[in-house]
């Protein structure tokens, strides 16, 4: 009876594959890939047969048509019975519809399926960054959602954006947005914070020779700043944390109550 398991191999090549990620795809008759290149021919070492869904991504090519082809592969193996793998960079349930819809259709269908964790993004960024998302909060928006939608936010946290190259971009189809594009984000982000707020540009290292990048920019600036399909938008705090005196008064007269 056919089965899948989605996994991610982490975001630096040999460096964060969990041990379950590493026996799911040695112990799989199929293994499809989404990663890097070199990630997924470090995965073609592991099993003999492993396919890349990457050549379904297109310039100008509607995303969830993208996604849905993936689907179809993914599925396809499973209803012949197969044990099928789906790696996924990163953690794959990450700022990623495929594995979700993948393991939600599998179950749907009666097919034994689950997610396995990985090392995401988000964990290289706290790690690199120093930053604890306990200390403040953290939440954390896909760009363009961000934008479409209205949404309340808190800027005595941090504020995490994905896929800010993306920002704006109506057709779900672009590789790169526009300076214009960009520029109704920094708008949209001036409503909250000063133009002089420092942002980052984060991206983590795909390789262990490369170096992490953390670029910090005035927000009045970010519409020229340089962006790739990788790069995380990471915007500290701009206000204090105010304290909740109601809150506070009602948890202190309890205490008081309760001795
Ligand atoms: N599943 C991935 C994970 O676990 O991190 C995320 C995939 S999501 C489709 C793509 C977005 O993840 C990018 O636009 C960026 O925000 C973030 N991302 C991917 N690679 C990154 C890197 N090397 N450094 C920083 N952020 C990255």
Redesign the pocket.
């Known amino acids: 009876k056919g089965s899948l398991v989605c996994v991610?191999p982490g975001?630096t090549l040999g460096a964060h594959m969990s041990v379950r990620c590493r026996s799911h795809i040695e112990n799989a008759e199929v293994v499809f890939t989404s990663c890097h290149p070199l990630m997924e021919s470090w995965i073609e070492t592991m099993n003999p047969d492993v396919r890349s869904l990457q050549h379904l991504y297109a310039e100008h090519k509607d995303r969830r048509i993208t996604y849905r082809e993936m689907l179809v592969r993914i599925m396809a193996e499973v209803r012949q019975g197969k044990r099928v793998v789906g790696a996924?960079?990163?953690?794959?349930?990450?700022?990623?519809q495929v594995p979700h819809h993948a393991i939600a259709k599998a179950r749907e269908e009666g097919f034994s399926a689950h997610m396995e964790p990985?090392?995401?993004?988000?964990d290289?960024?706290y790690a690199d960054m120093g930053i604890d998302p306990g200390a403040f909060g953290c939440q954390h928006f896909e760009t363009s959602q961000f934008m479409f939608y209205h949404r309340r936010f808190d800027p005595t946290a941090y504020l995490i954006?994905?896929?800010?190259?993306?920002a704006g971009d109506l057709t779900i189809s672009k590789r790169i947005s526009s300076r214009g594009e960009r520029q109704i984000l920094v708008d949209l982000l001036l409503q909250t914070y000063p133009a002089d707020h420092l942002v980052a540009l984060?991206?983590?290292?795909?390789l262990i020779t490369d170096k992490v990048?953390i670029d910090w920019v005035p927000l009045n600036k970010l519409a020229d700043a340089q962006l790739q399909?990788?790069?995380?938008?990471v915007v500290p705090p701009a206000q204090k944390l105010s304290k909740n005196t109601a809150i506070l008064a009602q948890l202190e007269q309890l205490h008081k109550l309760e001795g």
Do not use: D, K, N
Request: overall charge negative.
């Open positions: 991610g975001m996924f960079y990163g953690h794959p349930g990450v700022f990623a990985g090392i995401s993004a988000e290289c960024l954006l994905w896929q800010v190259a993306l984060y991206e983590c290292p795909t990048r399909p990788i790069t995380t938008l």
